[in-house]
């Protein structure tokens, strides 16, 4: 398909405006803090809105809405699924995690978990520091690839092209402002998405006569579309809900999207961010929902079904608006890069250059440390995207799982109880990654049941269980409380 010229203009204004975000962000950006929580100013609009765009990625605009497509209104199941995990983050996670790393001055969840626990030996910060490399670093490879692919699809300028034009104009705007550019351009990208995924379903459903008609002409092609259970019954229906619905479980344990949350300015904006964030999750789901059940009826042969948004998009709107249309996909991808890609970064130059080696203790050494960790990581996720090393995409499959199981329930548990022990932590975070894995491996995934349900539940149990057995052997951290809730 040729390009179109009004796409590319509308395409090469969205790239410079966030290189030009990341330009001003890099002049407020001084210290430590600055650079990894933009020295905890964030607004509400900011910190909602930012925080939703990078927790959701292409899957919603691509994924999502090819998921509704092929399994009709079953499929539906993962909006309030993905909602109940926004409720969890906002209005139980959010308030606390904010004001307890605020008081202990922590700048990454590793960091958070550290200093409220005491780790002598480094422990939690190594465990910590591990399992988001290995469950961020394919991810962020993928990521690449996802993105080259996006640009060749939209520019036509080649799947090679398409990697290091996204890729370079990501590791930018990152390395420029940090924390306070990466939250800006997604706060950009998420309204980005929003318009897109709100006109797009309106366009659609007028096209197909409407809602009533919709569900009439889906029946016809097969009333399974029509069918909350998809025509599943027993076990298979228990595994598809409780599977659709687990995704929620790993919202509370995604870095690069609590600590947004650390980032906020005040619990007045965390309270006021509630309610944004809600509003725009639920426009975003059940757009793409609606976007996939009509897209079924106009293009009812598609033969990848994640492609349908672009294609819809090209067909039905104007250049100008259709080059709008396919910016929301470049934003759903290159929201999550480049928030992954800060949470790797700062792991290592924070967790392990700075806390476990001692180096870069300096503002300006570690923001350069920062830096210079930024470019590294995401020219080497470039390169492997450019190897198109497949095996990376394996990783994707239990990312989410994986952080969701390591850190959600310790963060919840440690947010909520003085239960809980630096051995039970750390207990904690193996049995969720080490269950995630073993369940994915061993294919239990696709028998059973979705890998988070098992590993976040099992990952909650371990860390009682050796809390228990721990607690008396355990000295009090110092300065903090360990697992204390907030007043």
Same mark, same amino acid.
């Given at each position: 398909m040729s390009l179109d010229p009004t796409i590319l203009m509308v395409v090469c204004l969205y790239m410079g405006a966030l290189l030009y975000l990341g330009w001003l962000a890099c002049r407020r950006t001084r210290t430590c803090e600055d650079f990894?929580?933009?020295?905890?100013?964030?607004?509400?609009?900011?910190?909602?809105?930012?925080?939703?765009a990078?927790?959701?990625?292409?899957? /919603? /605009?691509?994924?999502?809405?090819?998921?509704?497509?092929?399994?009709g209104v079953s499929a539906l199941w993962f909006a309030p699924g993905c909602l109940i995990g926004y409720l969890i983050n906002l209005y139980w996670l959010a308030p606390r995690l904010r004001r307890e790393a605020a008081r202990q001055g922590s700048l990454t969840v590793p960091d958070f978990l550290a200093d409220r626990f005491g780790d002598p030996r480094h422990l939690i910060r190594i465990v910590g520091v591990t399992i988001i490399l290995l469950s961020l670093g394919g991810?962020?490879?993928?990521?690449?690839?996802?993105?080259?692919?996006?640009?060749?699809?939209?520019?036509?300028?080649?799947?090679?092209?398409?990697?290091?034009?996204?890729?370079?104009?990501?590791?930018?705007?990152?390395?420029?402002?940090?924390?306070?550019? $990466?939250?800006?351009?997604d706060f950009l990208q998420g309204l980005i998405m929003v318009i897109a995924l709100l006109l797009m379903p309106i366009l659609v459903l007028a096209e197909v006569g409407g809602y009533d008609?919709?569900?009439?002409?889906?029946?016809?092609i097969d009333p399974n579309l029509?069918?909350?259970?998809?025509?599943?019954?027993?076990?298979?229906?228990?595994?598809? /809900?409780?599977?659709?619905?687990?995704?929620?479980?790993?919202?509370?344990?995604?870095?690069?999207?609590?600590?947004?949350?650390?980032?906020?300015?005040?619990d007045e904006k965390?309270?006021?961010?509630?309610?944004?964030?809600?509003?725009?999750?639920?426009?975003?789901?059940y757009g793409a929902g609606f976007l996939g059940l009509g897209?079924?009826?106009?293009?009812?042969?598609?033969?990848?079904?994640?492609?349908?948004?672009?294609?819809?998009?090209?067909?039905?709107?104007?250049?100008? $608006?259709?080059?709008?249309?396919?910016?929301?996909?470049l934003s759903a991808i290159m929201s999550t890069v480049s928030s992954q890609l800060l949470v790797c970064a700062s792991a290592v130059s924070r967790d392990v250059i700075g806390k476990i080696f001692k180096k870069a203790q300096d503002d300006r050494l570690a923001v350069l440390a920062g830096r210079v960790t930024v470019?590294?990581?995401?020219?080497?996720?470039?390169?492997?995207?450019?190897?198109? /090393?497949?095996?990376v995409f394996w990783f994707v499959l239990f990312a989410w799982s994986g952080l969701g199981a390591a850190f959600g329930p310790v963060l919840l548990l440690s947010l909520s109880t003085r239960l809980l022990t630096r051995a039970g932590v750390v207990a904690g975070m193996l049995t969720g990654f080490g269950v995630t894995v073993a369940w994915k491996l061993t294919g239990l995934s696709d028998r059973l049941i979705y890998e988070l349900v098992p590993a976040f539940f099992g990952a909650a149990l371990a860390s009682v269980a050796v809390s228990l057995l721990t607690s008396k052997a355990t000295p009090p951290a110092t300065g903090a409380s360990p697992g204390s809730p907030p007043a």
């Open positions: 990894y929580l933009a020295g905890r100013s964030l607004g509400s609009w900011i910190t909602a809105i930012s925080s939703t990078s927790s959701e990625s292409g899957w /919603v /605009v691509l994924g999502a809405v090819g998921m509704v497509y092929s399994g991810y962020l490879a993928a990521q690449m690839t996802a993105t080259g692919k996006a640009m060749d699809a939209i520019l036509n300028v080649g799947y090679v092209p398409g990697i290091l034009i996204g890729g370079v104009i990501i590791i930018v705007y990152t390395l420029l402002g940090g924390f306070t550019a $990466v939250s800006f351009t008609a919709l569900l009439a002409r889906l029946a016809a029509v069918d909350l259970s998809g025509g599943k019954q027993g076990f298979a229906l228990f595994g598809l /809900v409780t599977g659709l619905l687990g995704i929620g479980l790993g919202y509370p344990g995604q870095p690069h999207v609590i600590t947004r949350y650390m980032a906020a300015a005040s965390i309270r006021q961010t509630q309610l944004i964030a809600m509003c725009w999750g639920v426009l975003v789901f897209g079924r009826l106009l293009m009812p042969e598609l033969a990848d079904p994640e492609k349908l948004f672009p294609l819809l998009s090209r067909q039905m709107l104007h250049p100008l $608006v259709a080059g709008v249309m396919l910016a929301a996909i470019a590294a990581l995401g020219l080497l996720a470039i390169g492997v995207a450019l190897g198109e /090393v497949r095996v």
